[in-house]
């Protein structure tokens, strides 16, 4: 089975503190995925990587940063967190083949910005 | 960008067949429609996918007419494990496009 691994399930960090958020997967899936989940909003993306070193901005880019060094790993950056940051925060991944959509998601974390 | 629209909620008895739609009218030519669905404190699950007419698996059938303006996920026989959240999901991650967009979600409640 896939597995997409998040470092943290709850994160509480406060206004202007430097935020860093892992994801792991473990299929050697070329695409990764960051999104937040917000009550009524659904899953927005913020950002996605296609390979190593690339990324793109998805829906909502603001305020984040992405790093992916290794194919394994995605992580998210929130460069100053602010209170509007607080949210759910997911990982996916899936392979890079036209017309596969099925992304094997992370737990979650769910951040707290004080 | 296809913009997404599905019912906020969705009652159920168990054994019933519940079907929820996604309206997806600016849907790309090249774009896919998937389905998800989320418990409480997990990340999503992927159910099925299509591009056009009828795909069926061992839990769900997703139907797709010919204009792929909607898609139809029909869940047979709901049972009270079947409550969750459903998302479909509109693009193609496989082919490096990164314009996908998750509808905001329907909270389908079966009852006993």
């Known amino acids: 089975d896939v597995k997409v691994t998040q470092s943290s399930r709850y994160l509480v960090k406060r206004t202007g503190e430097k935020v860093f958020l892992e994801c792991v997967q473990d299929?050697?899936?070329?695409?990764m995925f960051w999104y937040r989940q917000d009550p009524g909003l659904g899953l927005r993306l913020i950002y996605f990587?296609?390979?190593?070193?690339?990324?793109e901005k998805g829906d909502i880019p603001e305020g984040y940063s992405v790093s992916r060094e290794k194919k394994e790993r995605f992580s998210l950056i929130l460069e100053s967190a602010s209170t509007n940051q607080t949210s759910m925060y997911l990982c996916?991944?899936?392979?890079?083949?036209?017309?596969?959509?099925?992304?094997?998601f992370g737990p979650g974390t769910r951040l707290t910005v004080l | 960008l296809a913009k997404t629209t599905q019912p906020i909620s969705m009652d159920s008895y168990e054994g019933q067949e519940v079907n929820i739609t996604c309206s997806h009218n600016n849907i790309a030519t090249n774009d896919y429609i998937t389905w998800y669905q989320q418990f409480p404190s997990q990340g999503p699950r992927f159910i099925i996918q299509g591009y056009k007419t009828k795909v069926t698996n061992e839990v769900a059938s997703l139907f797709i007419p010919a204009d792929r303006k909607s898609s139809t996920l029909s869940l047979p026989r709901v049972s009270l494990s079947d409550t969750a959240v459903y998302y479909c999901l509109v693009g193609d991650a496989g082919a490096g496009s990164y314009q996908l967009t998750f509808g905001k979600g329907t909270k389908l409640s079966v009852i006993p």
């Open positions: 299929m050697d899936h070329e695409n």
């Open positions: 990587s296609y390979d190593v070193k690339m990324k």
């Open positions: 996916a991944s899936s392979l890079r083949r036209l017309g596969s959509n099925e992304q094997f």
